[in-house]
């Protein structure tokens, strides 16, 4: 809705539409698809471009001749327009969102979850199993939908830049099939066979290890649900995610490193309090673990021994 000023402005446009209008046909078109009546859920969609064609024609003819309303309306108006035209079955990218129309529709071949609509991860984690944990050595988002085999050349040569060691093996899922990467003896694949070894066969067994990592990651460090905008904004969540990531492991251990330190400094202080129990317990005949006789209490049946009096001449 407009509001005064526009309207003296001459920039409010002629038809204006009640937005319950909109989503009750979206809501419509939804119901006709999944009854398969295509035919009504068509025309439905056909009341959504026809008003939608209507609103864009018409600020572009209000804004015709002004720079700041073109360059303020612009982006606005070609979003719209990418709407009104994309359809279902179309080839290349869509928009799937107006407030973020760079998500992209990422195909999981899963029963329970076929499609996810965001933007692509890639996490490199080691194959060993350090003492501290399981630390993310790179993340980094990929835009455009690639291929995950195409993207292997430029992960691991991005992961030896940033950490100066070379990759002896590379370990990943069956999405990886057919990658790009150079040297493809260095690349091993889940469920390979031919010219396993025993040490390459018990790395491929902790290329697993990667799962929980990356559940953790969408859990609890926010790689899950993006809040920054746009590209730029995926790009900062990944490495953001992982170093918190990072950081959660490192605070892990200082925890560990300072419960230690604590439980040595409680024993140094409590040492010399024990050393001086002990050290009586000894001069008055009573020896830890075992007691001697005549520190034993008398039975009820019994009475106490007693020693003869020495005899005097």
């Not at 001459?10 to 009546?37: C, D, F, M, N, W």
């Not at 030896?160 to 990759?167: A, N, R, Y």
Request: charge should be positive; hydrophobic fraction near 40%; aromatic fraction near 6%.
């Amino acid at each position: 809705m407009f509001g005064i000023a526009e309207r003296k402005a001459g920039t409010a446009p002629r038809y204006q539409y009640s937005p319950e209008l909109a989503k009750r046909a979206a809501i419509i078109v939804g119901r006709y698809t999944h009854a398969h009546q295509f035919k009504r859920a068509r025309r439905e969609l056909k009341f959504l471009r026809t008003r939608l064609g209507r609103i864009i024609r018409d600020i572009s003819r209000k804004i015709a001749g002004n720079a700041a309303l073109e360059d303020r309306f612009g982006p606005l108006l070609d979003l719209a327009l990418r709407v009104r035209l994309q359809e279902q079955r179309q080839r290349g990218p869509k928009v799937y969102s107006l407030h973020a129309p760079e998500v992209e529709c990422i195909g999981r071949g899963k029963a329970r979850a076929p499609y996810e609509f965001g933007c692509k991860v890639s996490i490199t984690t080691p194959v060993t199993a350090p003492k501290g944990g399981q630390f993310v050595l790179h993340a980094k988002a990929l835009h455009g939908n690639p291929y995950d085999g195409h993207t292997l050349g430029p992960v691991i040569a991005d992961l030896e830049k940033l950490t100066g060691v070379t990759v002896r093996r590379v370990h990943g899922d069956k999405g990886y099939r057919g990658h790009n990467y150079p040297d493809r003896f260095k690349v091993w694949i889940s469920g390979q066979v031919r010219h396993v070894t025993k040490a390459i066969r018990r790395e491929m067994r902790r290329r697993a290890a990667v799962e929980p990592v990356i559940g953790h990651l969408k859990d609890d460090h926010r790689m899950g649900r993006n809040y920054l905008k746009g590209r730029d904004g995926d790009r900062i969540n990944a490495v953001l995610a992982a170093a918190g990531y990072n950081f959660s492991l490192l605070l892990r251990w200082f925890r560990c490193l300072l419960r230690s330190l604590l439980l040595i400094l409680v024993r140094a202080v409590l040492a010399p309090a024990s050393l001086k129990t002990a050290l009586g317990n000894i001069l008055h005949g009573r020896l830890s673990g075992a007691p001697n006789a005549a520190s034993r209490r008398p039975s009820r049946h019994h009475h106490a021994p007693v020693n003869p009096a020495p005899l005097v001449p």
